[in-house]
């Protein structure tokens, strides 16, 4: 199960080099989803959500609180989505989501980074499907499976990863699954959120492609404006 190792890849990941974008992502993310309701999570779905996803890429408590409290202020900042599709090196696919308040920075800026390492816009989109993704540890996965489908969950697909579980479900059940899950003691998730899941994944065997792949995930990872980034490449 690729997908759950990536998900303990990206947390390892977050080092001290990285840590200003990826806290820049959390604050707009969280700033956005506050303002679009009641600024508590203990009222806001979409917020609840925002938060308990940058906890678990160990967002701080202090980096979530201001951009609450940003929200709670009235400000006036507006952030707008984006989305861009590639074909990358050794046959890859990868789309990259943006959250920014300049679009034409963001667009210039990702662009950069495939032009520099190698890649070019096209429609990938096709080769990807939006899935609810739940990735936690704590429970079996025959339990997992029968919780859901007792629980009249969409789900689409449970796997077990050594200690990990990933559990995939419609986009639309993604926080009824949650509930369901706590049924059975499940309250802390590595992952839960709504994902491109690629439908068919590769192995990128050649050195030169496999590097340059590699450097489009490290830059794209230092851009403040990248929300998400989604690909078809098992990770070793």
Known sequence: MGRAHEVRAKSMAATAAKRSALFMRASKEIYMAAKSGVPDPNSNLALRSAVEKWKSQQVTKDVIERAIQ???GGSGEHYEAGRYEFFGPGGSFIIVDTLTDNVNRALTDVRTVFTKHGG???NVSYNFTEQG???FKGAKKDA???ALILGDVDVREVNEDG???EALVA???LNKAKEVLKGINITNFDEAEIRM????MITITDPEAKTKFQQILDALDEVSDVQEVYHNVELN
Not at 197 to 200: M, P, S
């Open 144 to 146: 997992v499976e029968e």
């Open 70 to 72: 940003k929200a709670k």
């Open 163 to 165: 200690e990990f579980i």
């Open 171 to 173: 986009p639309t059940a």
């Open 197 to 200: 899941i690629a439908n068919e």
């Open 120 to 122: 070019h816009m096209g």
């Open 133 to 135: 993704v739940l990735v």
